[in-house]
């Protein structure tokens, strides 16, 4: 099990630029969440799908970020026009549908937006 | 909003010593409780999931929850050197987003 791959590992953009964020969960999991980590605000939560729907995007910013789970093996976390205050590891998890289940975090992407 | 405080925020302990952190939050309908370590520039590792009130043990890491008291914490016991990292409390209701502290910096020194 390679566990929840996440790419790219590092991401490096111009101020206005697209990033897409690409996360693989753990085959068989069917949720799926989206965290971002930075020095000040500490682990954010994002958002999370389940079975592929959104449930809950309550710690997405209203402009520019948007996430997708277009199919059971992968979401995307896309922020457009890019900011230097988006610079962040964004994380993503995902677990068993069932109960409390663990969330298994994958590696993360480092974005830098110059 | 659930709001979720870790103290202290930095902990320096000999090898050998037990190293006690703690987490409140602010939810008392919260009902999962995790506790992850992370490593400098790696990813979280799960140490301890408690959902009722009492203690759990994984090893030498111990959890004990008390929701009345919107307290969980986590003691290590017999702390190594190779336990230096940052400790993040987690909390949610039901399978939801997890909220986090900002962490605790343990230091174990030999």
């Known amino acids: 099990n390679a566990g929840v791959i996440q790419t790219p590992r590092h991401k490096v953009t111009g101020k206005g630029q697209e990033a897409t964020l690409w996360c693989e969960p753990i085959s068989g999991h069917s949720a799926v969440f989206w965290y971002r980590q930075t020095i000040v605000q500490g682990l954010e939560f994002l958002t999370y799908?389940?079975?592929?729907?959104?449930?809950?995007d309550s710690g997405m910013p209203k402009e520019r970020f948007s996430a997708q789970m277009p199919n059971q093996s992968h979401s995307t976390l896309k922020i457009q026009s890019t900011q230097p205050q988006d610079s962040a590891v964004y994380l993503c998890a995902s677990s068993l549908v069932r109960g409390l289940a663990e969330q298994f975090f994958g590696p993360g992407t480092r974005l830098t937006v110059l | 909003q659930q709001k979720v405080q870790q103290s202290p925020e930095s902990l320096t302990v000999s090898e050998g010593a037990m190293a006690s952190l703690n987490c409140t939050f602010s939810?008392?309908?919260?009902?999962?409780f995790r506790w992850y370590r992370q490593h400098s520039a790696k990813g979280l590792e799960v140490l301890v999931s408690?959902?009722?009130?009492g203690e759990k043990e994984e090893g030498r890491f111990t959890a004990h929850l008390n929701r009345a008291n919107l307290h969980v914490s986590l003691h290590i016991r017999e702390p190594q050197p190779s336990d230096s990292a940052v400790y993040l409390c987690a909390v949610s209701i039901h399978a939801q987003g997890l909220t986090f502290g900002l962490g605790t910096r343990v230091s174990v020194f030999p």
């Open positions: 408690i959902f009722s009130d």
């Open positions: 799908f389940r079975n592929q729907a959104p449930i809950d």
């Open positions: 939810d008392g309908t919260s009902n999962n």
